[in-house]
């Protein structure tokens, strides 16, 4: 198939609160009152989570279906760590990110352990977000100056 | 200042649909009709762009604030190109994610072109996002048999 292009396209509406529109659909990202927003909808890193789990799900089923079992019900738990001091400007000791993102899988299942432990094998190789963050992706910025 | 942790839990409502919660928030992550969903909400590689775009907000206006200058408003336009046939089993030949992602920022302001050239690499650098993405990131997962 041929490439797919996605697109997000928003506005900050305060210094925390940004408001995404992916085609038909509006996204809230702010933050906690603890890191100065007014939370108001989950955070950006809380986003890359759910957006990780929802994936997982997608290519859950998918392989299932390849591998002739079926996943009534899938259960996921996805948490992370993030040291908020370089994104502070406090300090640059660690990175700015998650240091490691850790899923747990709870599928409700007809398949015995051996063929779920195989089937997490492939869909680990074939998640596009997992893929993005477990390996390099170029991200590249430009700013545009509008002149009033 | 120590790690903040981050949690998502959530379970899926189909083979494509996955109710996500962070802290007291809902997320739906589901697919376009044309890649098997529900199109009931964004799907989880716009969820990437969307959070990656909102961690940029919030950094940007940190550094502002530090470079003394102001950012009224910051419009942000987020894009990347996937290639669909590693995540739907049809080819090994490309990535499984987003080959690279472009982000175009237009910030209304008082700074120039040089402040705001300066701003740019530093909210590169600080963004937890873009260092998830950017640089890797260790994913881990795990499979739980629930035994009814």
Redesign the interface.
């Known amino acids: 198939?041929?490439?797919?292009?996605?697109?997000?396209?928003?506005?900050?509406t305060s210094?925390?609160?940004?408001i995404?529109k992916?085609?038909q659909?509006r996204?809230i990202?702010?933050?906690?009152e603890e890191?100065g927003?007014t939370d108001q909808?989950?955070?950006?890193?809380?986003?890359?989570?759910?957006?990780?789990?929802?994936?997982?799900?997608?290519?859950g089923?998918?392989?299932a279906k390849?591998l002739g079992f079926t996943?009534n019900?899938?259960?996921?738990?996805?948490?992370?760590?993030?040291?908020?001091?370089?994104?502070?400007?406090?300090s640059n000791d660690e990175?700015?990110?998650?240091?490691?993102?850790?899923?747990?899988?709870?599928?409700?299942?007809d398949a015995?352990?051996v063929a779920?432990?195989k089937?997490?094998t492939i869909?680990?190789?074939?998640?596009?977000?997992?893929?993005?963050?477990?390996?390099?992706?170029?991200?590249?910025?430009?700013?545009?100056?509008?002149y009033?």
């Open positions: 198939m041929s490439d797919l292009k996605f697109s997000v396209y928003g506005e900050s210094s925390t609160q940004f995404a992916a085609r659909f996204l990202v702010d933050e906690p890191l927003g909808d989950a955070n950006p890193v809380e986003y890359i989570l759910a957006g990780l789990a929802g994936c997982i799900n997608v290519v089923h998918i392989v390849e996943i019900k899938l259960n996921i738990e996805v948490s992370g760590n993030v040291n908020p001091d370089k994104f502070l400007g406090q990175r700015a990110g998650f240091k490691s993102i850790g899923l747990n899988l709870i599928p409700e299942t015995n352990i779920l432990t089937w997490l869909v680990e190789e074939r998640c596009p977000v997992k893929d993005n963050l477990n390996n390099k992706t170029p991200v590249k910025l430009s700013v545009e100056k509008v009033n």
